[in-house]
């Protein structure tokens, strides 16, 4: 337990009759999703008006585990779910659980788009750097040289900076934070769940099974130390203005803006 | 036929498209949601329901992609709302794995797909009726649907309305399929004043202690939990027990898929919808859809006045095929003759159906319609062959 969390216990938001968990022992998920439900309870979230969409993969999973109104759905297709969901349900707090190839590989189309439109959805992308459930295949964030399954000879592809692509495309909310800092991840979350437009937050986890232990990066502990001297994106990285360019993995709010959320502008247009 | 009632329609008669009648159907049978991606020849529909949903008090969004308005459209339908998504052969394709979702995890949406010709991106503004069995085994794995295959916009419209009343029903996705001549060519239609909306979501309610999203009753249709409503429930595409969270038990898997598709046999007496035209003593029977019924219907006319027993059987239904009314519709006919454009698609599920008789097609993939003179000539061929 964290002492500043007193009354909080992460056991009653989770649904404890599909305990155990199926996260692998050290998994950074298990981290993501404790700050998420402690963001929850801090801002008395309402679980009856409370819907998690989530994708597929080890990510997509952990909406099964929380106890809310929770949706899993096809791989890739989370944000294109929750849009037509908080569409439907503007009285409804719609967050997404995704995953990096989730939401950048086979979803990365509807990721610029959700952040184009601004409608009000949180959207937490877990980034590990790999495809764990399939069994460790290279994803679009995967660090160049790294060993996958299917990157034998070292991960030839630069990696994007997701955080970089979202404010591009115009999220109203974007934030990186790791699950070293829960506390911090927590606020961060926080912050994200209160945007009145569409909230883009990436989650540094760490995947010790299938990726860490192929890449000889040691223990849970001494991957999520690594978390910021290593995750650091490739992709575009000289083509982009500060913050994006500096050698220091920029975490915290990154950008925010006030642009019209779309589903009230929609609902005004008659 | 039809079991439901629209008696109370009175006349008011409008040009309209197959398209816009379509759309007019959607927001008298209560949608409140469409979200699509433009493709001819479907277009009109959405066109129109970005002017009309708003009106209506819904919520017209174009998305990304084919991709995402189907998903849209599922997650606004588990929110509640009647939803609604149209397109066209490359977009329906892009749309099946989570039209795949929708049946599997009894989520209630309906989806027009205007008929072009194939394969790829084919002939986008000609008329086709190839994508039969796309609409029903266009998706991965085993899973039953309905489509339903009007030939008029005034039957579009009706269809549209028998559409999300079967798909709130049976809890399933329902499809349907037209092609471009009839989606795009503008008829008189008395459409008469609103007509009431016969099927509302079957809502759960009750106890929330020990609720089990998928445990059906008698109809073997589980009400639905609505978000918001407390039930705190989980919906996935994973193989789930009652409890709606994943399950590869094999008795639970079996058990679930089974009902999925009994719950829809339940409900034949309102799915299943035909024309049956001069079948009774005909020694040849015409099978056909769409364009292709309509071109049927007058080559009937014409082998009668020329005193050959000729019928037209037109299944509205189009899957579950309405096996039982063709069967009775063919009871003495010695010959069948399936004209449609396509190589041989609705033939060979006649043929299934009718193995002790002679089926024949006719056959056209030119993106021209069949004329009733082609049919004709077919089925007079045919009467003198039998």
């Not at chain 1, 968990?21 to 409370?50: N, T």
């Not at chain 2, 606004?76 to 009647?82: E, L």
């Not at chain 2, 007496?269 to 079948?279: K, Q, T, W, Y």
Request: proline share 6%; aromatic share 6%.
């Amino acid at each position: 337990m964290f002492r500043d969390a007193p009354h909080f216990d992460v056991r009653d938001y989770l649904r404890q009759e599909m305990m155990p968990h199926f996260l692998c022992p050290g998994c950074g998920h298990g981290m993501a999703l404790r700050a998420l439900l402690w963001a929850l309870h801090e801002l008395k979230v309402d679980r009856d008006k409370l819907a998690v969409v989530s994708g597929i993969g080890c990510a997509g999973r952990l909406s099964a585990y929380i106890d809310a109104n929770t949706f899993h759905t096809t791989h890739g297709r989370p944000l294109a779910y929750a849009t037509g969901l908080a569409l439907a349900r503007p009285d409804l707090q719609v967050v997404v659980i995704t995953g990096d190839g989730d939401c950048l590989a086979i979803g990365g189309n509807h990721l610029i788009h959700a952040c184009r439109r601004n409608l009000k959805l949180t959207c937490l992308m877990l980034n590990n750097e790999i495809y764990g459930m399939t069994g460790g295949q290279v994803s679009p964030t995967t660090s160049e040289t790294r060993l996958t399954t299917t990157t034998p000879h070292g991960n030839a592809e630069p990696n994007f900076d997701a955080c970089a692509l979202a404010t591009a495309a115009g999220a109203g909310f974007v934030g990186r934070e790791m699950t070293r800092h829960v506390p911090k991840l927590k606020e961060l979350i926080k912050d994200g769940l209160q945007h009145p437009g569409f909230a883009f937050i990436e989650v540094l986890s760490d995947c010790t099974e299938v990726y860490g232990r192929k890449n000889d990066m040691g223990s849970s502990s001494e991957m999520v130390l690594r978390q910021k001297s290593e995750m650091r994106p490739s992709a575009y990285r000289d083509s982009v203005d500060e913050p994006f360019r500096s050698t220091d993995l920029p975490t915290g709010i990154l950008a925010r803006n006030t642009r019209p959320e779309y589903g009230a502008a929609l609902r005004a247009a008659k | 036929m039809n079991a439901i009632d629209r008696s109370h329609a009175k006349p008011a008669a409008k040009l309209l498209s197959g398209n816009a009648a379509c759309a007019q159907g959607a927001i008298d049978a209560g949608c409140t949601f469409f979200a699509g991606y433009p493709i001819t020849p479907s277009s009109e529909i959405a066109e129109r329901l970005s002017t009309l949903l708003p009106k209506a008090g819904g919520v017209f969004v174009q998305m990304e992609d084919e991709i995402a308005a189907m998903a849209a459209v599922i997650g606004a339908s588990m929110g509640g709302v009647k939803a609604l998504t149209a397109t066209s052969g490359p977009g329906f394709s892009l749309k099946q794995e989570n039209i795949g979702y929708a049946a599997g995890a009894e989520i209630p949406c309906v989806i027009v797909n205007v008929m072009r010709g194939g394969p790829s991106t084919g002939m986008p503004t000609r008329p086709s009726q190839a994508d039969i069995f796309q609409t029903r085994y266009g998706s991965h794995g085993d899973y039953p649907i309905i489509v339903l295959a009007p030939a008029s916009a005034r039957e579009i419209y009706d269809e549209t309305i028998r559409a999300f009343d079967l798909a709130e029903i049976c809890r399933t996705p329902v499809v349907l399929l037209y092609d471009q001549v009839i989606a795009q060519s503008s008829e008189t239609v008395s459409l008469g004043g609103r007509p009431p909306v016969h099927a509302t979501r079957k809502w759960a309610s009750g106890s929330r202690e020990g609720y089990k999203p998928y445990a059906a009753g008698d109809d073997l249709v589980p009400p639905m939990p609505r978000p918001g409503d407390g039930y705190r429930t989980h919906t996935t595409g994973l193989t789930h027990s009652e409890t709606g969270f994943p399950s590869q038990d094999p008795e639970t898997v079996t058990r679930n898929l089974g009902r999925l598709y009994a719950k829809l046999e339940k409900h034949r007496d309102l799915i299943d919808s035909f024309e049956a035209v001069r079948c009774e003593d005909a020694d040849v029977v015409i099978v056909a859809i769409g364009i292709s019924a309509r071109a049927a219907r007058r080559a009937v006319d014409t082998c009668r006045a020329e005193g050959k027993k000729v019928g037209l059987f037109r299944p509205i239904t189009l899957w579950p095929f309405p096996e039982i009314a063709l069967r009775e519709a063919t009871k003495h006919a010695r010959a069948v003759l399936v004209p449609e454009l396509n190589i041989g698609q609705l033939r060979l599920e006649i043929e299934r159906l009718l193995r002790d008789r002679r089926v024949e097609g006719l056959h056209l993939i030119s993106g021209e319609p069949i004329t009733p003179a082609e049919i004709a000539a077919a089925a007079t061929k045919l009467a003198s062959e039998v």
